[in-house]
Each structure stands twice: as structure tokens, then as C-alpha cells.
């Protein structure tokens, strides 16, 4: 109201500055014509006139008092209202007409809009009504949204406790040990058990969610019989006892926990992991076309580009990519699985940032012999004893500066290294796995 009176107050005044240079019977005329259009505002102006008719019509010699008072009697007798506009009027009153030297005009409208007011004050009480309703449902809501969240979690706590995971490390320690005995050379499974992991994870898209773990479909065409998992049936028939032995817990779950086991009982970091992966009938959902990362794309440009464009897609970066890569202290390469030969550390069956240090430290040069015969194998690098190996993808984390950074800093700090294999290795395993990922306990989604 009080905004509205002082707008009255400056409009009346603009008036009577008007009043002095134009002339009054052109404001009558004007206002005569638009009598029609708005029947109120002819009144107002009416008395507005008659008021001010008995004054000297000089503009300082109306009192701001006697300014009030002609609004309050306008108002008064005749309910006008005032607002100001800013877009220009075709039906000008006498009233807008004192004003359209400014850029705003002043519209005189009758209570006939109080029509107007009406739908504001219904609209506000549905807008106020409707928050505080919000406002009551909120906590019910919060709370049965959280009822639900827990009776899921708890449906997966009741399917993972089937089966006890302490039980099943222990049986995949059991596999990979009896095997290691009857190997008798040093070489393990433990290697080829975190690449079955690897490999599950590794066809996963992020841009459609495809791919993954999930399923296990890499015991079906076509995954089975992708190049790059040669020599993986192995793992999986070493691992059937495991799953004779624990029938609840998924393929899919035996296979990625069996690289979480092997990280960590070979002295590697503990590797945030959940159950809730299941296990598809067929391999129908898989990509028909190998989606795992190749070791050569033929140079190192053609390699960074394509680990990138592998793992970009995964969602995984630069840093994670050199991380990952880490694993390979672990295990060797097997003539009659990729082709390639031999172990990339001198502790294959220790988890360790050896493989940066070896990376950075010592001169690789291509592999030319093996065992006295000229080596026909695919294109490979080996130290200078011939008894260690790098890929041609491995030799492109120092050969390119963007990778290479993440090399100097875990060769040199192996906590760091392991944090972010840590990492970055629990989040391969749960793509696309949503009930697999683990989160902290304040955190829902
Ligand atoms: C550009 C990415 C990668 C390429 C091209 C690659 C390639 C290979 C190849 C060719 C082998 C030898 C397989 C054999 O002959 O048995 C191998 C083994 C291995 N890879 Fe990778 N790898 C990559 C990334 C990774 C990642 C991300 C991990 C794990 C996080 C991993 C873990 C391993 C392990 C542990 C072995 C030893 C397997 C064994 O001892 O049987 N690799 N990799």
C-alpha cells in the first residue's frame, strides 16, 4: 500500500507539471475519447480535475498533503487502483499521456480487475498449501524411502551371508596353492586368477551401460572365445571346485572375488569388493567384437590412442589407466595363451610396484631370442638378462609424458600406488554392477 499511495503521489505530481505547459482541454478531449475504453479512469481523471480546479494549477502550490488527499478521495469514492507499466498503451489517458515523456507509464485500472486479484490469492494459497503439504509428506517419505533402501540392502546382505566369503578365499588360497605344488617352478595361478577378474570387467561401455562382469559371459560364445582370453578357460575350470563347493555364490562373483583374493593374499592392498553380480544363461548380450585392449596397436602414438580409447570408454583416466597396469607385477605372459613370453617381474607372484621401477629402470630392447632360437613370437621387449618382459602397451606408459608421470610417482611411493589400484580396481570390478559398488556408509546413492 505504501508503495502504492507514493506511486499515486509521483503520478499526481507529474500531472500538475504537465498541467502547466499543455493544455487542459486537450487532456479532456483525450480523456472524452477513451471514455468508452475505461469508464473508472475518465472518473478519476473527472476528479482529479474538478480538485485541482480550485487551486492555482501551479504545482507548488498544491501542498504533498493536499496531493494525498486527492488520491485518498479518488481512491476513496471510486476504488482506483495504480500500477505502473512499462509497455506503451494504445488506449492512453490523460493520465499515461503526462507520463510518456519517461519510459514507464502509469495505466489507471478499476476494481473491475479485481477479478485478477482472485486468481493471485487462489494461486498463492494453492503455492502455500502445497509446500506445507510437501513440507508434512517430506519426513513419511525420507523414512519409508529409507525402510526400503534398508530391506534391500539387507535382501543382499541375506544372499551374500549364504555364503561366507572368508570360506571361499580360503578355497580359491586352496586351488592356487595345490597348484603352485605341482607347478613347482615359481609360477602360480594367482597372475592368471586377477586377469580372469580383469577380463570379466574389461568389455564394460560406460556410454550404454553394456558389458561387465555381470553375467559371467565369458564362459559363452563370444567372450569365450575372444583372442585376448586365451588361456583364461584354465582359471575358470581351476575355479569349479570352488563354485562346487559354494553353489550361492554366482560365477560371476567367484570370478571377480578370485582376483581380489589373489591381489591381496600375494601382498597387494585390500580391495573394497560386494557381492550381488548374477548369472546370465547365454552370452547373448555380449559384443560380438573383442572389446579388451590389444598389446600392440603398432607404435606408440597407435598405443596411447588405443588404451585410451579402451579405457576412456570403461570411464577409467590417465592415471588409472597407468594404475591398473600395475598388475602386471603379477604373472606372465604364455606362449600358448597370447603368444607373448615370460614374466614382467623377478617376484611373479608378489604384488609390488616392481613393474614401475622395472619400467623406468632398466633398458628394454626387442625380444630377438628365445632359448638360442630367434624369438617367433609377436613383437615384444625384454631387460638385459632376456628373463624379464615388457608389451609394447607397457613400454608407452614412459614413453608417453602424460603416462609416464604416474610411472616416476609409483616406482618411487608404493603406499600411493597401491591406494590407487585400490581404487581403481574395485571400481573396474563393479561396473555395471550397481549392487556391487562399495560406497561408505553415509553415502546412498
Ligand atoms: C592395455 C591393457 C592391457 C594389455 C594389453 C594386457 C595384456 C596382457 C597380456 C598379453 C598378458 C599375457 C596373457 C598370457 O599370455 O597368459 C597379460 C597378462 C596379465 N595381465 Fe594384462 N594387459 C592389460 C591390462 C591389464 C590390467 C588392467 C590388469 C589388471 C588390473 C592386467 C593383469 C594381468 C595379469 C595379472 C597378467 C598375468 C596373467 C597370468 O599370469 O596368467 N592386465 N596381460
Not at 471510486?78 to 507520463?99: E, F, G, K, V
Not at 582370453?229 to 567367484?254: C, I
Not at 615370460?342 to 610396484?353: L, R, Y
Request: glycine share 6%.
Amino acid at each position: 500500500m505504501v508503495v502504492l499511495f507514493s506511486t499515486l503521489r509521483q503520478n499526481v505530481c507529474i500531472f500538475l507539471a504537465q498541467m502547466e505547459t499543455n493544455n487542459i482541454n486537450n487532456h479532456q478531449k483525450t480523456n472524452n475519447e477513451n471514455r468508452n475504453n475505461n469508464h473508472d479512469i475518465a472518473v478519476a481523471y473527472h476528479y482529479l480535475l474538478n480538485i485541482l480546479e480550485t487551486k492555482t494549477c501551479q504545482k507548488d502550490a498544491i501542498t504533498a498533503a493536499e496531493v494525498d488527499h486527492i488520491i485518498v478521495v479518488i481512491t476513496g469514492r471510486h476504488n482506483i487502483m495504480y500500477r505502473l507499466s512499462s509497455s506503451s498503451t494504445t488506449s492512453q489517458t490523460a493520465a499515461t499521456t503526462t507520463t510518456t515523456t519517461t519510459s514507464h507509464h502509469t495505466t489507471l485500472y478499476s476494481w473491475n480487475d479485481r477479478s485478477r486479484l482472485y486468481v493471485f490469492s487462489i494461486l498463492t494459497m494453492l503455492v502455500v498449501n502445497t509446500a506445507r503439504f510437501a513440507n508434512r509428506l517430506a519426513p513419511p517419505a525420507a523414512m519409508a524411502g529409507f525402510a526400503l533402501y534398508a530391506s534391500i540392502q539387507d535382501a543382499h546382505a541375506k544372499e551374500a551371508s549364504k555364503t561366507d566369503l572368508n570360506q571361499v578365499r580360503q578355497a580359491i588360497m586352496d586351488v592356487v596353492e595345490t597348484d603352485a605344488e605341482k607347478r613347482g617352478d615359481g609360477t602360480s595361478l594367482a597372475g592368471t586368477f586377477i586377469r580372469l577378474a580383469w577380463h570379466c570387467c574389461g568389455t564394460y561401455k560406460a556410454s550404454d551401460d553394456s558389458g561387465g562382469s555381470n553375467g559371467a559371459r565369458m564362459r559363452f560364445h563370444p567372450e569365450a572365445d575372444y583372442g585376448n582370453n586365451a588361456g583364461l578357460d584354465k582359471a575358470r575350470a581351476a575355479l569349479e571346485p570352488v563354485k562346487a563347493k559354494f553353489p550361492d555364490l554366482s560365477y560371476a562373483d567367484l570370478y571377480t572375488y578370485a582376483g581380489v583374493v589373489c591381489v591381496e593374499e600375494s601382498g597387494g592392498p585390500k580391495i573394497p569388493f560386494k557381492t550381488g553380480r548374477v548369472d546370465f544363461e547365454d552370452g547373448s548380450t555380449s559384443d560380438k567384437e573383442d572389446r579388451l585392449p590389444n598389446a600392440n596397436y603398432g607404435g606408440r602414438d597407435k598405443n596411447v590412442a588405443g588404451m585410451r580409447a579402451v579405457f576412456n570408454r570403461m570411464g577409467f583416466d590417465d592415471q588409472e589407466i597407468v594404475a591398473l597396469l600395475g598388475a602386471h607385477a603379477m604373472g606372465r605372459c604364455h606362449t600358448d595363451a597370447s603368444g607373448f613370453w615370460g614374466p614382467w617381474t623377478n617376484a611373479e607372484t608378489t604384488f609390488s610396484n616392481e613393474y614401475f621401477r622395472l619400467l623406468l629402470e632398466e633398458r628394454w630392447s626387442p625380444k630377438m631370442t628365445h632359448n638360442g632360437k630367434p624369438w617367433t613370437g609377436p613383437d615384444q621387449f625384454e631387460d638385459s638378462t632376456g628373463k624379464l618382459m615388457m608389451l609394447p602397451v607397457d613400454l608407452t606408459l614412459v614413453a608417453e609424458p602424460a603416462f609416464r608421470k604416474w610411472v616416476e610417482i609409483y616406482a618411487k611411493d608404493e603406499d600411493k600406488f597401491f591406494k590407487d589400484f585400490a581404487a581403481a580396481f574395485a571400481k573396474l570390478l563393479a561396473l555395471g554392477v550397481p549392487n556391487a559398488i562399495v560406497k561408505p556408509w553415509y553415502q546412498f546413492w
